[in-house]
């Protein structure tokens, strides 16, 4: 709908004074922030060595004079932020991302004045966190390249989480409950195919039905089983599993090849769908239903299976996604335990464009935010120019107040498959 | 058209008959589609909701885990249970109608009203939970009406909530005639202010209010966690994540005396559904609400300003949240704690599709819910989970979302096609 | 030898109408046979079924006289039909070779796409047939002419024998269409046989070998252009006399009521839609537009109404500038907007009528007081012009969405022409419709032009143009080429100015004049 975007030439320019003048502030806020609370002679210490000692090669640690680093972050962001204003540039999202890249650097430095802090590990952590959204963000692409929405992935994922811990306790056996999760997401998917194909409900409609649902039953069956039987609610998690050479590459092994399977998974299929969707017959037909089902269906194309196998697979790997809390990282269920994830993801997908490796990307972002206000409370730190301790609300609202400037900045300009939430009514 | 005077009063009769019946509930397909249906759909879920219950219960599982020596036994524990269940939903949310009767005959010959009270504390319940539900569900038809899908509900009740308690709690010396309308304002206010940020972003930007409003909850719970938690914000001295009492000034009454806790918002809520109904068809922001829900392009070319009235509608559904939260919080809670608001705004998605998105609708949608609610409270003493209530809605919405699937397992006729109501148009893009 | 296809007794019924009662149809090997009929007389409908996309009631088909089973486009395809729809089947951010291998691509393992190899048929196809196309381009990046091209191309790689072109001409200018015309004989001569779908009768002389005429979804002729006139034509298509031209008198032309100057405006990809744009239009004339649709006039329309930006230029109603004025003020100001696409711009299906009857003027009295409504009175005006505009209906209160195509355009006629209007912006006023309401919208155009009335008419029905305009520009590529008054406006000059291959300049632009009464065809 483009409605609210026409008149489209007076939006676009102010689009791009908006983003020149944010870009500006953000510049104007590393500086300002934390410039000055930074003493002048300290310095911050990143440890770049992660995982096992003796397995990854060692490397010295980075060291950073704190003040200058974070003129130089403004610095640049203002200059970014000139060129925008004066110039413009094409991939305003990428110098966005970028900008904020820089803002979250200044942070960071001006955090560890004075200490130490492990920034592989954070890096890593960073991959972990952003894993479930990426997988969310993966699901979506799968269901909305063949134009259909799915707001269910959230609820995917819970139920995903829920029945991996179920059957992996029951079986003590993981990858039993890691198939458990990606048939659950699955049939979850299924049903909301056939809800949105088969009796055109609403997408967005029949895919809060599953959200409730999911939240429902699996609250339900926790609170009235799991309590009651705590050894059904105890699965253990997986070990990491380190790739043999390649995670002795200092800082990229310990973070990219030497981790769960899990996430392993999650980068297996953010390369798989892009072959699939871009080199493949299946992709080619999947993404015509999604722009054109007419076009595709007086080809001989049949829209409904083509729409329910898509949705299906998306489904189940939400369901995977969903083992990433539980097999992944607790080894138990806890109620409503994906927290929005699932919601994240989808920003993702449309921030990433469409695209795996655009949404993978984008959910590192989020990651990021999201390992951030962990890793902060370790740091501690104070506001800046107080004494007040940081609460750690504010930085846990980082991810959704991120998701809701980056869909503002984005969505306009983000073109989603043409077909995308409508109906296909055959004759 | 040749008729006498008589004939034609009669058809203009007819016809605004038929305009007023496709405006309430009806819609296509006439009484059976809008009655039949629905309770079905109810009856439905009950089914499903029950099989869940029955499941994940000790006695019955064990009772099958026998089934080919004792099938009678089965069937019976089977039965006992889920009756057993919704016998607790009725008590608890109707009441038990012997004790009704006997505590009426004490009333009327003694003229003690004490245990009639107390016989009517289900129902009481019934009718209080329901008011946040009016509220919250005329706050998400609205939102409906005009096109949006207002999932930030929860987070709107409540912020009006913390912002109506502390009015409550902090401003002193007032009586009572201006603290309660204060605080049922600022309630109001600070809900349509929470909603209106993400009309503006939809506005503004065409980003989806289904992400933003739910970002805005987790912002709404984030806050909230961190306002409670701090005795220098609004919690309490104790360090409790609480806020303070309200101050008795900025109490809604109650109507019916100690123990029931039925308050002046009921009818409140009630006018609220009247207004909404008289804004949304009477007036002309109503109309091009409405317009701009039903076909934004033609609103546009019939000069409508769609930003505005995204801005307008998502800022009176928050408002509409608001006082859901106010009205909790002065008339029933007296100050917010963690679990303020038990879902009322998810479950009020589920109502306005029940209610078709119509004032009327809505509020018998609201009687149903917070009978529900308040039947399942009564569960919870059984041991069943309050989560049952959001099982049971799932399956209320989908089955009214898709009427085809009720006539497909009751093998009922369709007399025409019925088009379902769409409200998804993408992403904005 | 049989012919290559065969429909016999085919039944169709949708609900509320019956497309098609048993109609017999043959196709000889290499003809151009034209099916010939008014919109809504089921010629798509027949196509569709011999395509597959429908289901016939009754009826059956052979090819090279053996029966078969069409169920799905995907029989049809396997049998050797191919249809290029009215609205193009393509996807506009895939290549054209993506396009033409949808369906039946060429892969490794079956799984891995062959771009290259298909890209080489491709290139084949089209220098075999003088189909020129680049097949690496994006669809969304070519004209709408090359676009047809990649149409045929998909059918032809896919071996069809039976073309089947549904309304090919509406989206080309009259060189275009010459072009076309070339490309289908040598299409016949190479032995392909070609069903030809339209409701122009000028292109069916041209270029049919025989002509099936469809009324009301029976056919009510077969004949060859030799043994037929133009005239018969209509006739049979409409089944009464039809005058196929409008009385109408000479302009009495008034002040200057629109202004445009340098318009300059961006269509939704952001590249300049409109380039420049200068004219004017005055009280009691009727301006039109001519031009194949995509050169800008849709951007143009809308941005004259309020409905998209202005980048550059200004617009003037009766001397108020209303350049970047919102859709309301210029509605206030006067000017009526009948838009090209009714259902989507023009009408809230969902509402019943008297609603849309007041759609744009909910607001002002005697239909609101400040913002309350007055439904009575609403009610009275609704009943008031239902009856004055001719609204088939059986209530005021109906849903929208149950009525006719033609009486949807006539409710926002209604609308439109019940305020007190100084200029009527018409975008496709008669598009999709059958005759009879396209006579009455056009009376009605010709009689608000004779109140005095300025009427801006958009339309790329060339016909429609010469029969109601005084003065006719033509538009291309966001540009307008010429403005020249009626009589100057000959269909072959016009197809050359729409063409592009002509431009008129700045002194040879008319001044509107009183003139002695025009009849056109």
Known sequence: ?427 | MSEGQPGKRLRRILDQSQQVAKETVLGIGGLREALLVPFLAILTALIISGLFIVISDPVVVSAYANFLQNPGYAFSVTWTTISSAYGALFRGSIGDPREIYRALVTFLQAGDAAPLRLALYPISESLTTSVPYIFAGLAVALGFRCGLFNIGAEGQILIGGLASVWVGYNITGFPWFIHLPLALVVGALAGALWSAIAGYLKARTGAHEVINTIMMNYLAFRLSDLLLTDPRLMGRPTGTPMTPQILPTAYLPRLLGSPLRFHAGFFMALGAAALVYWFLWKTTLGFEIRTVGANPDAARYAGMNIARNFVLAMGLSGTLAGLAGANEVLGITHFVGGGFSPGYGFDSIALALLGKSHPLGVVLAAFLFGTLRAGASKMQLMGIPIDIIQILQAMIIMFIAAPALVRLIYRLKVEREVTEVVFTRGWGG | ?521
């Open chain 1, 1 to 427: 709908m483009t409605v609210a975007i026409r008149p489209i030439s007076r939006a676009l320019f102010q689009r791009e004074r908006a983003m020149g003048l944010l870009f500006a502030l953000l510049g104007l806020a590393i500086i300002a922030l934390f410039g000055p609370s930074a003493g002048p002679e300290q310095e911050a210490t990143f440890v770049l060595n992660f995982g096992q000692a003796g397995k990854t090669t060692p490397i010295p640690d980075l060291v950073l004079p704190v003040q200058e680093a974070i003129y130089l972050l403004g610095l640049l962001a203002l200059f970014l932020a000139g060129f925008q204003l004066v110039r413009g540039f094409k991939a305003t999202n990428l110098i966005l991302g970028a900008i904020i890249f820089l803002s979250i650097l200044a942070f960071l430095i001006w955090a560890t004045r004075g200490k130490s802090f492990n920034l592989t590990g954070m890096l890593g952590h960073m991959l972990l966190r952003g894993a479930p959204i990426a997988l969310g963000a993966l699901s979506g692409i799968w269901c909305e390249r063949s134009a259909v929405i799915n707001i269910a992935i959230e609820g995917m994922m819970l139920s995903g989480a829920f029945t991996s811990v179920v059957v992996a306790s029951i079986t003590r056996n993981l990858y039993l409950g890691l198939l458990a999760a990606v048939l659950t997401g699955g049939v979850l998917a299924a049903w909301l195919a056939v809800l949105a194909i088969r009796f055109k409900v609403d997408q967005i409609v029949a895919g809060v039905v599953i959200n409730i649902f999911a939240a429902g039953a699996t609250s339900f069956l926790t609170a009235r089983v799991l309590v009651e039987n705590p050894a059904l609610n105890d699965s253990g998690t997986f070990r990491p599993i380190a790739i043999p050479l390649l995670s002795r590459i200092p800082v990229i092994g310990p973070i990219f090849f030497e981790t769960n399977i899990i996430i392993y998974s999650m980068l297996f299929l953010v390369v798989v769908t892009h072959i699939i969707l871009f080199y493949t017959r299946w992709g080619l037909r999947s993404r015509a239903v999604g722009e054109h089902p007419l076009a595709a269906d007086t080809l001989g194309i049949n829209v409904f299976r083509t729409r329910y196998i898509n949705v299906i697979i998306g489904g189940m790997i939400a369901g995977l996604g969903g083992t990433y809390f539980t097999l992944g990282s607790a080894g138990r269920f806890d109620e409503l335990m994906t927290a929005g994830k699932g919601f994240i993801g989808l920003a993702a997908m449309i921030f990433g464009k469409w695209n795996p490796f655009g949404g993978f990307a984008s959910s590192l972002i989020f990651g990021f935010a999201d390992s951030l206000q962990v890793k902060l409370g370790i740091l501690g730190g104070n506001i800046p120019y107080t004494t007040e301790p940081l609460p750690s609300e504010i930085l846990l609202m980082a991810p959704y107040l991120a998701t809701m400037i980056v869909l503002a900045g984005v969505v306009g300009r983000a073109i989603p498959p043409a077909a995308d939430g409508k109906p296909y009514e055959k004759q």
């Open chain 3, 1 to 521: 030898m049989p012919p290559v296809l065969e429909l016999h007794g085919i039944s169709k019924a949708f609900p509320g109408v019956l497309a098609n009662d048993h109609i017999d149809f043959t196709l000889e090997e290499g003809e151009i046979h034209a099916l010939l009929g008014e919109n809504g007389a089921g010629k798509t409908t027949l196509m569709n079924i011999l395509y597959g996309l429908y289901t016939p009631d009754e009826g059956e088909i052979f090819i090279q006289g053996r029966k078969a089973e069409i169920h799905r486009p995907s029989d049809a395809i396997a049998q050797g039909i191919g249809m290029v729809h009215q609205h193009f089947m393509l996807i506009p951010v895939f290549t054209v070779t993506e396009n033409v291998m949808l369906g039946v691509e060429s892969t490794r393992w079956g799984v891995f796409l062959k771009r290259e190899e298909a890209a080489k048929r491709v290139r084949q196809i089209s220098e075999q047939y003088g189909l020129k196309v680049d097949p690496s381009a994006y669809v969304q990046d070519i004209p709408v002419g090359v676009q047809q091209r990649v149409e045929i191309i998909k059918i032809l790689y896919r071996k069809a024998e039976i073309l089947i072109l549904d309304e090919p001409t509406a989206v080309l200018t009259p060189q275009e269409v010459a072009e076309l015309f070339v490309i289908m004989r040598s299409l016949a001569a190479q032995g392909k046989s070609i069903i030809f779908i339209t409701h122009k009768l000028k292109e069916v002389m041209a270029i049919a070998d025989r002509i099936t005429v469809l009324r009301d979804g029976r056919v009510v002729g077969t004949t060859k252009p030799q043994e037929t006139s133009l005239s018969e034509l209509a006739s049979k298509m409409v089944g009464r006399e039809v005058i196929l031209t409008v009385d109408k008198k000479p302009p009495k032309l008034g002040e200057v009521v629109l202004e445009v100057k340098d318009l300059k405006v961006r269509d939704d990809r952001g590249d300049l839609a409109v380039k420049g744009v200068s004219f004017d239009v005055r009280a009691g004339e009727i301006l039109g537009v001519a031009g194949v649709q995509g050169n800008g006039q849709t951007e143009l329309v809308e941005a004259l109404t309020g409905l998209r930006a202005v980048e550059g230029g200004e617009v003037h109603i009766l001397g108020t500038e209303t350049t970047h004025a919102t859709p309301r003020k210029i509605l206030e100001e006067g000017v009526a907007h009948v838009p090209e696409d009714r259902q989507r711009d023009g009408l809230v299906l969902s509402y019943p009528l008297l609603d849309n009857l007041v759609l744009n003027t909910y607001y002002l009295p005697p239909f609101a007081d400040s913002i309350i409504i007055r439904e009575r009175a609403i009610i009275a005006a609704a009943k008031e012009r239902v009856g004055r505009f001719d609204i088939r209906t059986p209530s005021i209160f109906v849903l929208t969405s149950t009525l006719s195509g033609g009486n949807q355009q006539k409710v926002i006629v209604a609308r439109e022409f019940s305020r007190p209007v100084r200029l009527v912006i018409a975008a496709q006023p008669t598009r999709g419709l059958d005759v009879g309401s396209i006579e009455y919208i056009h009376e009605r155009l010709v009689e608000k032009r004779d109140e005095g009335t300025a009427i801006l008419l958009v339309s790329p029905e060339l016909d429609e143009i010469l029969t109601l305009a005084d003065r006719v520009a033509v538009m291309y590529e966001g540009e307008i080429v010429a403005i020249l008054p009626a009589e100057e406006a000959t269909p072959e000059e016009l197809g050359l100015l729409m063409a592009g291959a002509k431009r008129l300049p700045e002194t040879l632009v008319a001044q509107p004049v009183e003139k002695e009464p025009v009849s056109e065809v």
